[in-house]
Nanobody, 130 residues
Framework: QVHLVESGGGSVQAGGSLALSCVVF????????VGWFRQYIGKEREGVATVAIRSSWTTYADSVKGRFTISQDNAKNTVFLQMNSLEPDDTATYYC???????????????????????WGRGTQVTVSS
């Protein structure tokens, strides 16, 4: 029922910014959490940021706190990831994901545990050069 499409990836110099968008079909009526995850070549996928759709509660990985901001536009069924002060280590494929239900782990709403997310986009590439 849920389909996600990411966009906004590209190449940028270190210190620059990019904004990613994720259109979520089946948004508020089919999902509870939406998150951004990234995967480096040859490495495990890791959580970046999440948002609880109804409450707008957000969670960030320590590596991006203060640099990235996740937000949503319910009218457009879209979740955004604003990425500032980008570093070469941010280079990865970024994926948007949605959960079937609201979930809480360790007191955190919509945490960064990727196994709890049921639907995934195809990914968008972000490359940061030094």
């Amino acid at each position: 029922q849920v389909h996600l499409v990411e966009s906004g990836g590209g190449s940028v110099q270190a210190g620059g910014s990019l904004a990613l968008s994720c259109v979520v079909f089946g948004y508020t009526d089919s999902t509870a959490c939406v998150g951004w995850f990234r995967q480096y070549i040859g490495k495990e996928r890791e959580g970046v940021a999440t948002v609880a759709i109804r409450s707008s509660w957000t969670t960030y990985a320590d590596s991006v706190k203060g640099r990235f901001t996740i937000s949503q536009d319910n009218a457009k069924n879209t979740v955004f990831l604003q990425m500032n002060s980008l570093e070469p280590d941010d280079t990865a494929t970024y994926y948007c994901a949605a959960s079937r239900r609201l979930f809480v782990v360790g007191g955190t709403i919509c945490p960064l545990q990727l196994n709890e997310y049921d639907y995934w986009g195809r990914g968008t590439q972000v490359t940061v050069s030094s």
